[in-house]
């Protein structure tokens, strides 16, 4: 008993300091990653998509809602990540990092649970692969994990859509629930629902059609469908429809009307956006699925009910990526739940495997020294790529502040090195260009209070 008590501290252990290690390395990135693209223009109350004469600085949590609303008029429904955009934006940017590091580590959590729902059996192994396999194969890691307006886009709504799911995969994998305070679940769980399914348009389909499957699934099984079951899709159904109705999204969608050659080409983006995100994990979940089948064959046992699960995640997350036909922009990091929905299937099969009493553990372990391997090198390659650019951040700073004490409002500043690391919020978002006119120009003049920023050459004359 002593010795069972010692071990499970010691897993504890291991696992709180597995935890430790992730939020530091993911928070030195924050650190480092400057503001870039879209954060400086959010940092004003929303009216356009360029500063004018009557913009003013986004001071107050009151002046928020009525920002969202010309937001969602002119841009986008997206109110709940825009709405957490505009709040750190009043704020340091370490509150951001600080909040941004605990997101990573609870999508993590999240992952793990959605896999394994006894924490007794989590392993700090466990949470190593995890987070190691999230920084590989989670999409554009730079715009989904370390830009703010990013971040809050994809990876807090994926947490989002996650946690409103979570009630679900419990109640699927043990369909016990309480008669007491039904009401009371049924009423909680509206506000999550809401917010999960206005999320952004591929998340929010995909918390519909996932919590659908699994009420369907205890529908056809004859099990007890909880009331807060049903409210939660009712209220993230609203939440969609909120999303889709706001007139900027309306127009995005039925603008152009229908093209064969333009939905041919987002067919294309998608078979090529997938093929680079999900093939590696969907090649890994379809070796274990064979070798689940394999055995459970070889055994004369059942092996359909285990896969369900796996297979209502697989068919979410691929409905995620289906919807972007509908989206006149297509672009990687709206894989994301896409791909954590093939992390959670991989993590049930493999659990499945195991507790069949097979023993895979040598091939896991090789998988974890490569993964380990693989992403300690890509860490270190984006720290000294993000630190280059935060050091030339600060150089323009420098460059800005000390014309405005000269009295020079035309301000020039030296342009950042291109960089080539995914890791890196500067690779491929609009930064400072040669132009002044540019609107990432004028939204990062009016940032720094000066009439014009203009980009030049480190080898062009300062003066």
Known sequence: MREHKEDAARSIILYMLVCLAVFFLIFLLNQKSVYTADDYMYHFFWEGSRPSAETRVLDRIADIPLSLKNHAERFNGRIISHALVMFFMMHDKVLF???????????????????????????????????????VFLPVTAHTLLWLSGACNYLWMTVLALVFFLPYHLYMSTPSDSEKYQVLKGVLIVPVGLAAGCSSENIGGAVILLTALFVAYWVWKRRKVPFWSVTGILSAAVGMMMLLSAPSSRNRMTSGGFQLTVYLKRIREIIGFSYHYILLPLIILLILVFVLIRNRKKEHREWITSLIIPFFYCVAGAASVGALILSPI???????????????????????????????????????LILTFYSGIRYTCAFYDISRTYEEVQEQIAMIEEQKAQGIMDVKVYLLTPSGNISNVTENTPNVSADCGSWFNQWMACYYGVDSITGMERDAVYE
């Open 330 to 368: 297509i672009m990687g990091k709206s894989w994301i739940l896409a791909v954590c929905f093939l992390m959670i299937a991989i993590g049930q099969v493999y659990k499945e495997i195991r507790t069949d009493g097979y023993d895979i553990i040598k091939p896991v372990k090789a998988f974890l």
């Open 97 to 135: 990092n600080i909040c941004n590091s605990l997101m990573y580590l609870l999508l993590g959590w999240l992952l793990l649970i959605h896999i394994e729902r006894d924490h007794r059996r989590w392993r700090a192994g466990y949470a190593a692969v995890i987070y190691l396999a999230m920084w």
